[in-house]
């Protein structure tokens, strides 16, 4: 009987070491005498001890911090960028990030490094500042490409900081500075151009009507007397001014003249 008992008692506790909980975010890779064999869902599984071993991959979305490096743009300036990558194993292909590839988010740290200084390479400064979207796109593909074989998809990556040293800071500054003054300036004379223009077209439309510019005077002195203020306006008849005038030219006609006699 206790022949009996010890080997029930043996099945009990090989049953139990057999025993593997896999959670929903997980899927292990099962291997018989060291070769992969299949791999296990979620759920309560058993396997056969000192025979068959497991090993657990998490399945979920993991966000991997890229850290900071020094590159050289296309127009040879050095900056310091970092980025984020976010990647999941699938779960049809969760063996190839066990057998394809070890320390899986190390490597994709290091590769995603190498691949960041690449693409910096191929923008200038002020590409990259201004396409920064482009440049993690080409990142993204790059590395998702190279991490297909380890059954890694990469969903997004995302370039968090550029920093350019403070002295050309400070140049790219004056350069937005002066950038804005151009802007202004041509706002300005537009401005002044398009002033210009109807005041030709009043000054036109005005000399085509003789009343027109007397009832605009009339206004112009309406306007200045409803100002309280020490301002005296002096009334002159404009036949008055244009009788000057015509003293003016027939004196200039009449200096004319009487050079010419001489």
């Keep these: 009987m206790w022949a009996i008992g ?22 292990k890779v099962l291997f018989t005498l060291w070769r992969y064999s ?49 990647y999941k194993v699938k779960e049809q292909e969760v063996n190839k990030a066990v057998i394809n590839v070890k320390y ?35 990142i993204k593909a790059i590395v998702d490409e190279k991490s297909d074989s380890w059954g890694v998809d990469v969903l997004s990556v995302e370039l968090k900081d550029i920093i350019i040293p403070a002295d050309l800071q400070r140049t790219i500054g004056k350069q937005a500075e002066a950038e804005r003054e151009k802007r202004a300036k041509i706002i300005t004379s537009e401005w002044e151009l398009a002033s210009a223009q109807n005041l030709v077209e009043a000054a036109t439309m005005l000399s085509k009507t003789p009343g027109a510019l007397h009832l605009r005077t009339l206004q112009s002195i309406n306007d200045l007397s409803s100002d309280q203020s020490n301002t005296t306006i002096w009334m002159i008849p404009m036949e008055l001014l244009e009788a000057v005038k ?9 200096s004319s003249k009487n050079h010419k006699a001489e």
């Design 38 to 86: 299949w791999i296990l869902n979620p759920g309560l599984r058993v396997i056969i001890p000192f025979i068959q071993t497991t090993q657990t991959v998490d399945i979920r979305e993991k966000a991997v911090d890229v850290p900071s490096q020094e590159a050289m743009t296309k127009d040879n300036i050095s900056c310091s960028i970092n980025a984020v990558l976010y």
């Design 6 to 27: 010890f080997l029930v008692f043996v099945v009990i506790v090989v049953i139990i070491a057999g025993l593997r909980v896999v959670n929903q975010y997980e899927r």
């Design 104 to 138: 899986l988010d190390y490597a994709m740290t290091q590769f995603a490094q190498t691949t960041m200084r690449n693409i910096v390479g191929q923008f200038e400064l002020d590409e990259l500042l201004a396409k920064r979207e482009e440049a993690s796109q080409k």
């Design 246 to 254: 015509w003293f003016g030219d027939a004196a200039k006609a009449y």
